[in-house]
Each structure stands twice: as structure tokens, then as C-alpha cells.
């Protein structure tokens, strides 16, 4: 059971490297080509995702600080 566990946490770690948060450089692609825009999209999909987990993560880090103080 203990090496199932740790072969999914190994795992885990190594594709969480390969799956980068970049954003693409869309200037290679024509203005009105559909790829152009497709680029568009997903950089502003990508910083949505990371602009919300830099804010959650905050959060998170009050309702635990918060939870420290009730428990003392």
C-alpha cells in the first residue's frame, strides 16, 4: 500500500512540472487567422486560473490563521 501511495505522489510531482502555466506568444500567428485568437483565449484563460489561485491562496492562509487563534 505504501509504495502504491508513494508511486501516485511521485508521479503526481513529476507531471505538475510539465504542466507550466507559460502564456504562449501569439505574435507568431496572423491577426485574423482562428489560431491567433485560440492563443488569445487560453493566455487569458491561464492567467485567470493563476490570478485565482494567488487570491485563494491568501484567503486560505487568513481562515487558518483565523482557525490558529480560535483553537489558542
Do not use: A, G
Not at 5 to 24: A, H, K, Q
Not at 32 to 53: A, H, I, V
Amino acid at each position: 500500500m505504501k509504495k502504491i501511495l508513494i508511486s501516485i505522489i511521485l508521479i503526481n510531482i513529476l507531471t505538475l512540472n510539465s504542466l507550466s502555466d507559460e502564456l504562449n506568444d501569439c505574435s507568431n500567428y496572423s491577426m485574423l487567422s482562428s489560431k491567433y485568437y485560440k492563443c488569445k483565449t487560453d493566455n487569458f484563460l491561464k492567467d485567470t486560473k493563476n490570478y485565482q489561485k494567488k487570491e485563494w491562496s491568501e484567503e486560505k492562509n487568513k481562515l487558518e490563521n483565523v482557525k490558529d487563534k480560535v483553537l489558542n
